[in-house]
């Protein structure tokens, strides 16, 4: 089948990779130069994990192409697939669709022949009914239906999600049954080999699929900032947070992921969609007090990480030289969107610290978006010297790794202050350190 992919970022890059990877001959269109130019080149503009390989064999192979206009991409396609980002718009949270419809009134434009389009930005509901409406105004005479096939994939795992999908979710016009069962058929060859691997596909109406996408991203935002204020309750009672989990865990009902605690959860999705389902709930009055109260509880965490680690090095750190190991929202990704470390490195700055940060991937990102007096390490090594006091941000596996002695040696004072929970706190303290976690006293 003929692909064309609209939008080159995290998910348009992977989704047309694995779509080429599929068999499927994809074109991908992308408006930012710099990106394209690298695409173009066989050069990935972002970090994940396995992207490179995939990305440079079903180019080889032919299947898979880069370009910057819509009109030529889409002349000859069964399936325009909309990846453009919907972030939050300026001032009031709610999700920024310029660039969706703007998409969608060039797709508008350059249709002549049948084609199904279809969302996989994560966009409210109703935007794809609208969006089928844009295009019949601009393009009266073109035959077209809409689709929303919302995508789960996480950073860092894109592939293996993309691949492995615990379900793929497809909406289409349902009041228009014969049109529905077209598009469903033209979705399940486009999903073909991973029917062949029993991965379930669930047909619903347009507005359940929008809504999916939301209600999934912010039940899972909702899980974390659950067991992150149960972890401030096993601090205080003598609990242990990882038993905790296990514990509820292994009821079938609640589940053993994302019940990690940390200093709240960030990046491009989970803070930018809980929001926009707050304002989805509000306008369409069936208001949601628990997303509104995941928002708050996560706002309120990152201020209170940020405390926690005034408070765990006496009290000040002022002129106190701080090694922040970790930039990125979680590891094995560039990414630095919403990221906890933006509003905690800033409050340790203007609370008088000294930071040396390090991160395998993140720092050049990062770099844009931190205070300037913040001093970026080439290595542990280098982030550790000096330093009063460690701070784990992110989980890299490369920390994970570092031996307490190897810490012991080259910082000068004793803290380590473990926001990830990715050190024994027994160990830790064996060797002489000063050893904090999060929801771990015993
Ligand atoms: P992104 O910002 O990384 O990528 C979007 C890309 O689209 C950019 O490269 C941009 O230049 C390009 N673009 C914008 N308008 C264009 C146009 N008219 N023509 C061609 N290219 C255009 O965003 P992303 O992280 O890939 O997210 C895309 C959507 O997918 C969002 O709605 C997001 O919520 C959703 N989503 C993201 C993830 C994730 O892990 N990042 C996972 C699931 C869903
Ligand atoms: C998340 C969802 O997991 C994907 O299913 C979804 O497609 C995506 O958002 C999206 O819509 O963009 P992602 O943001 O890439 O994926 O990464 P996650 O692994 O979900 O982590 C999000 C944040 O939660 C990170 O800051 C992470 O550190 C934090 N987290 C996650 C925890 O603090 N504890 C956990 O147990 C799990």
């Not at 050069?43 to 192979?61: F, K, Q, S, W």
């Not at 972030?87 to 002549?112: C, F």
């Not at 096939?149 to 999600?161: H, K, M, Q, S, V």
Request: glycine letters at 8%; hydrophobic letters at 40%; one cysteine or more.
């Amino acid at each position: 089948m003929r692909i064309a992919m609209i939008g080159g970022g995290y998910v348009g890059l992977v989704s047309a990779a694995c779509f080429s990877e599929f068999g499927h001959e994809v074109h991908v269109v992308e408006n930012n130069p710099q990106r394209l130019y690298a695409l173009q080149n066989g050069e990935i503009p972002i970090y994940e994990p396995g992207l490179d390989t995939l990305v440079n064999t079903n180019m080889r192979a032919g299947r898979l192409s880069f370009g910057n206009n819509i009109a030529a991409a889409i002349s000859d396609v069964q399936a325009v697939f909309i990846a453009v980002g919907t972030p939050p718009r300026n001032g009031d949270g709610h999700a920024d669709l310029q660039y969706v419809y703007k998409a969608a009134d060039e797709i508008a434009q350059s249709l002549t022949d049948y084609t199904v389009i279809i969302t996989k930005s994560t966009v409210p509901l109703g935007t794809s009914r609208k969006i089928a409406e844009r295009i019949r105004q601009k393009n009266p005479k073109l035959d077209f239906d809409i689709a929303s096939n919302p995508e789960f994939l996480r950073e860092g795992n894109a592939i293996g999600d993309f691949m492995r999908p615990d379900r793929i979710i497809v909406g289409t016009d349902t009041a228009q049954p014969e049109r529905s069962q077209n598009v469903q058929a033209i979705l399940r060859t486009i999903y073909r080999p991973l029917s062949l691997i029993e991965v379930p596909i669930l047909f619903t109406n347009l507005e359940s699929a929008e809504l999916t996408k939301y209600a999934s991203n912010s039940f899972l935002a909702m899980k974390i900032s659950f067991i992150n204020e149960m972890a401030d309750l096993c601090d205080k009672v003598g609990a242990n947070v990882h038993d905790v989990a296990r514990g509820m865990g292994l009821d079938k009902r609640i589940g053993q992921k994302f019940l990690h605690p940390g200093p709240g959860f960030g990046g491009s999705c989970f803070p930018k969609d809980t929001m926009a389902l707050m304002h989805i709930a509000e306008e369409h009055q069936a208001p949601s007090r628990l997303v509104e109260a995941t928002i708050k509880v996560n706002e309120t965490r990152k201020t209170n990480m940020a405390s926690r680690i005034i408070a765990h090095c006496g009290g000040s750190v002022k002129n106190k030289t701080l090694a922040i190991l970790g930039l990125t929202f979680k590891p094995e990704t560039d990414d630095m969107r919403d990221a906890p470390s933006l509003s905690i490195l800033q409050r340790l700055d203007d609370e008088g610290a000294h930071i040396q940060a390090f991160d395998p991937v993140g720092m050049e990102t990062a770099r844009p978006l931190l205070p300037h007096t913040v001093r970026y390490c080439s290595n542990v090594t280098e982030a550790l010297t000096q330093a009063d006091a460690v701070v784990i941000l992110t989980e890299w596996n490369e920390f994970r790794a570092l031996p307490p002695e190897f810490l012991k040696t080259h910082m000068r004072g004793k803290i380590i202050i473990d926001l990830r929970n990715i050190f024994d706190p027994k160990t830790m303290i064996e060797v002489g350190l000063q050893y904090y976690s999060v929801g771990r006293a015993d």
